[in-house]
């Protein structure tokens, strides 16, 4: 192999954590390793940059971390890093320990602050999309997603044995501020009578209309999904709304929040975290810079992070039709 463009490489984890995190930390340490690059972990994010809390990192230091959720390095969300002051500490830290590559698993506003970082003090950088809301371009599928998805849909279905037992109408909230992936996804995996995400106009008539529907065809019990970023209102609203349409209903509302984010990851997480750690330090001994690493239909690729975080993972709209058609 050609002499690679890094020596001494830092990584860390900013943002929301996401399961699988600790999977690719582990990932990129022993890849480092094997290549013999110097490896240090940064303490909570970019504050740890700044602040110079480093560590330095080998093989042993990741052991049995590879099935644990959240992240061992801890995972922050820096203020003082959007500041030139705090870019150029952060800079300094750096220079100081000779480390010319940087690894920052996150998701957009992680990618973000590496382009600007990169813009204004040439570090080379490689991000690792971390994120349970699966909305960065560029992979097909996020560090936690899969996880965050399979937790969500337990807890429906777990919810559904309540709801039949009682001809009960649940509205069930996962997360998604701005994508509706988990809520469209589990909706389906769960057999919800209605998903309701960001990505599209629904109103109060056609959630009626859905109901009505769901009437005729003789349900007794439903569950509506609803994305947290879903633009019709607070899910005690929509309940407020449904109880006063529908006054004999019996209604329910269940807010999933932060057990999504956390917990052992999925095998397909483990693994693609595994193979994105490894993609992100051969991307930087191949002199790659400002891109994310990702897996498009199986394969490493790398995107521009100009492009990963203003592009954005398009919602399937043959999923959305699907949903309907399984939901009578």
């Known amino acids: 192999m050609e002499e690679s463009a890094v020596k001494k490489i830092a990584v860390f984890t900013s943002g929301g954590d996401a399961p699988g995190m600790n999977a690719a930390l582990r990932a990129v340490v022993r890849t480092a390793s094997h290549f013999k690059i110097e490896c240090y972990g940064v303490r909570e994010g970019y ?8 560590t330095k990192m080998g093989p042993r ?3 049995n971390i590879i099935g644990a959720g959240g992240t061992i390095l801890r995972s922050a969300r820096s203020l003082e890093f959007k500041t030139k002051e705090g870019r ?40 690792i999309p971390g994120t349970i809301d699966n909305d960065i371009f560029g992979t097909d599928n996020t560090i936690g997603y899969d996880t965050a998805l399979n937790t969500a849909m337990e807890a429906i279905d777990k919810i559904r044995d309540t709801a039949t037992s009682h001809n009960r109408v649940f509205f069930v909230e996962v997360m998604g501020r701005d994508a509706g992936f988990i809520a469209l996804n589990s ?28 009437e005729k065809a003789g349900k007794t019990s439903s569950i509506v999904v ?10 005690y609203d929509l309940a407020k709304a449904t109880k006063a349409g529908f006054p004999d209903y019996d209604i329910r509302v269940a807010i999933l929040g932060h057990i999504q984010r956390g917990g052992s990851p999925s095998c397909a997480d483990r693994v693609l975290a595994s193979r994105l750690g490894y993609g992100a330090v051969i991307g930087l001994m191949a002199g790659k810079t400002n891109k994310m690493a990702g897996m498009q239909s199986n394969n490493l690729v ?23 058609i399984l939901a009578i």
């Open 61 to 63: 230091s990741v052991k």
């Open 302 to 324: 790398y995107t521009p992070f100009e492009e990963a975080i203003k592009k954005h993972n398009e919602i399937d709209q043959n999923l959305l039709k699907l949903s309907e």
């Open 47 to 54: 504050n740890g940059l700044i602040n110079d809390d480093f």
């Open 187 to 214: 909706g389906i995996a769960t057999g919800a009578v209605d998903i309701l995400i960001p990505e599209r106009k629904d109103s109060i008539d056609d959630l009626f209309e859905t109901f009505e529907k769901a």
């Open 226 to 235: 609803v994305a947290e970023g879903e633009k019709l209102g607070s899910i």
């Open 88 to 127: 150029k500490k952060a800079y300094d830290n750096l220079v100081k320990r000779g480390i010319d590559g940087l690894v920052c698993i996150g998701g957009d506003g992680t990618f973000t602050g590496a382009k600007i970082f990169n813009e204004e003090f040439g570090v080379k950088v490689i991000g």
